[in-house]
């Protein structure tokens, strides 16, 4: 492998060395950069640069320099030909760049003095920046977190994903209805830089011929169909306080050159064959805005393997650069598939080694499942992916013979482990026997890897035990494991709240937390300063004082920043139980109501604030955001009510809107039906940020409540392991809601909040239809709980400690801490260093 460097002649090394980029390292040289780019790459005077001029030229600065970083990274990882991973996810959602890329490189105070030279402040700069928001939730924010900590903790990875030119729609609320509005974002990307060059074809549709070789083997011929070209789009990811900057690759769809058909356009067929270039671009258009939820839409899947073949294609040429045998391609390359999208990875790895390279099956399928990890992120069975096995044929004609050629390889395999046992064959198939047939997407994955694992403890105990039972059995439970989820500190803590940041560092022996995490807990040594207690709590009142603002700039509603601040943001879901929540609320302002002026003096005042988005064909979730709204336009104007309880719904819930939110927060609700939210990984945030938890023995709930001790959160409601009785006996047995709630459903349809028919589906959800998500039966246990919330809060100081000793013990929840897990246990790579 040769190193750029020696791919230039000798004769002119010395004339490319002396001119090579370095990058600003002080004040001046950075408002050189700046002006630079704003008189050349903007074009603008400097005296008409406006914030957002000053944004971008700032932006060009901090990407010049990451640049020269990424580029050294990129050539030692190719020239110590070591193993890389490559994290496959359809889903990035990375935020704004331009902070943490300053944070990360360690010239963010250089750029503040610099930025302040020139007449503006650095946080105004940087609320120019549109978030680059490809992805739905929690599933996409863990890929970002991912990639921060693999860059920070100098592994050797690539992200792959699609370039949608639409990320997830900015939300509106009108009337108190979600309305969705596209959400453009490519305007200006000062971080990505286009790959002209780096670009494959895609091929779909067509037919498979199948030939004997000379050696009398049958050969197939995947042939005819059309051709779509991906493009790649390249980002850097710095590592903090590291060179080392990985690379996040992007593909976008355009026709392919053959694809614009010139035989169309001298027959004067112009606006057809511009219609095909479209048809081309719609691929990589647009995000899929479901959270957990499959809808089976061929777009979608076209989507996957556009992405998949692309990213394989280009893993598979590096690899054959090193000249190596094939048999060492998982010794170079390790693949994870973030949850199911990817799946196709494994049948199209299978086909380019089989087809293409001329392998055996049995040599190519042992390289293949060496070479993937699946995570599972979710056991609703509305969110595993299945795919009519007749829009496979028609799209992927040969995808679909290696997958019933796997399906028959593996259950001949069950068969010799459990002869004669017909339902266990039904069960574990790939390919399901129903009207329409269709391929099982996660048991797909796991036949094709060598690990799985769930993303909390309880969550990978559940999919042992429930559905995927089955493969445990026949694998071993070697091949299960767990790996928790985790967040980035760095843009959780240090970005988010810089303040406690500053804080946690003087009395942790500086900013070390940031790379070990469970450095916090020197925290506890602290506790019983009173002025580092002070400091605390001085810290989230600025906080709240922030948000505050920002409630009163955006929603004309006056909150009291030193109100209890109960939070609950994340997607709008029925199993995450806004309902709930919102019911409660309404419970609260009943019980506010019926008091007299005096008893309510003795109350606490508290904000309600809500933010997320639903699926825009979700109906129900769209109905919780309107009822939530709707108990917000009454309660807020109630001047019985006043400063005791307010109700916030937060327009566009987002990365950076989060990053404000979450240090504002003093009790945040991760309430979801016991069972059933994977993990949470908001959850983390709240915690490191100095807020304490309502939750449910759910998730990473309860991972956390072990590490923090269960004095320091409040968890109530049902167990997972009683939901299925509680179902059951919902729909067999007789089911009573108690009086507290049938008071708040009463008021609901006596039409206080609306008409009295607007949310008859929500209530009779729970009264009439089985209250699958067991609200009904968390909800007087969740009341108790939110009234001893009151209690506690009351003694501040005590509270305080709670929410002190609680950050001290969160280091387990760093994302790097979760990626050195699948390095060690799944990926088996070792972190390079660079220079
Ligand atoms: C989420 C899970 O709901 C959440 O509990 C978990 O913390 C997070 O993943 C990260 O592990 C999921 N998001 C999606 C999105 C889609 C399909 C399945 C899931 S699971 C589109």
Known sequence: VKSVEASIPEPQREAWKKHQVEGFTDKDGFEKEVVRHVETTLARSLF?????????????????????????????????????????SLEFLMGRALDNAMLNVGLK?????????????????????????LGNGGLGRLAACFLDSLASLNYPAWGYGLRYRYGIFKQEIINGYQVEVPDYWLDFNPW????????????????VRKSQDENGKTVAHWEGGEIVTAVAYDMPIPGYATPSTNNLRLWSSKASSGEFDFQKFNNGDYESSVADQQRAETISAVLYPNDNLDRGKELRLK????????SLYDIVRRFKKSKRAWREFPDQVAIQLNDTHPTLAVVELQRILVDIEGLEWDEAWNIVTSTFGYTNHTVLPEALEKWPVGLMQHLLPRHLQIIYDINLFFLQTVEKKFPNDREMLTSVSIIEESQPKMVRMAYLAIVGSHKVNGVAELHSDLIQTTIFKDFVKIFGADKFTNVTNGITPRRWLHQANPRLSELIASKTG??????????????????DDDAFRKEWAEIKYANKVRLTKYIKKTLDVTVNPAALFDVQVKRIHEYKRQQLNIFGV???????????????????????????????GYWMAKQIIHLINNVGAVVNKDPDIGDLLKVIYLEDYNVS?????VPASDLSEHISTAGTEASGTSNMKFVLNGGLIIGTCDGANIEITREIGQENIFLFGTLSEDVEDLRHAHTYGSHTVDSDLNKVFDTIQSGTFGEPNDFGAMVAAVRDHGDFYLVSDDFQSYIDTQKMVDTEYRNQDEWVRKCIRSVARMGFFSSDRCINEYAEGIWNVEPLVVK
Request: with cysteine; aromatic share 10%; hydrophobic share 40%.
């Open 303 to 310: 989507q996957q393997y556009f992405w998949v073949a692309a």
């Open 510 to 527: 500086g900013h070390e937390f940031l790379k070990d995490l469970t450095q916090l807990n020197k925290l506890e040594l602290s506790i």
């Open 48 to 88: 008409n640069c406006d914030e957002g001029a000053a944004y971008s030229a700032t932006s060009l600065a901090f990407r010049d320099r990451l640049i020269t970083e990424w580029n050294r990274t990129q050539q030692r990882q190719t020239t110590a030909d070591t193993k890389r991973v490559y994290y496959l």
């Open 192 to 207: 990505e830089f286009p790959r002209h060059d780096v670009t494959v074809d895609i091929q779909f549709y067509g037919n």
């Open 657 to 661: 809107k989060a990053e404000m939110i």
């Open 109 to 133: 105070d250089v750029a503040r003095g610099g930025i302040d030279d020139l007449g503006f402040r650095i946080e105004d700069i940087i609320e120019q920046e549109h978030d680059a928001a």
């Open 586 to 616: 309404i419970h609260r302002y009943l019980a506010l109501k019926a008091m007299s002026p005096e008893e309510r003096k003795k109350q606490l005042p508290r904000v309600s604030i809500f933010g997320g988005k639903a699926a825009p």
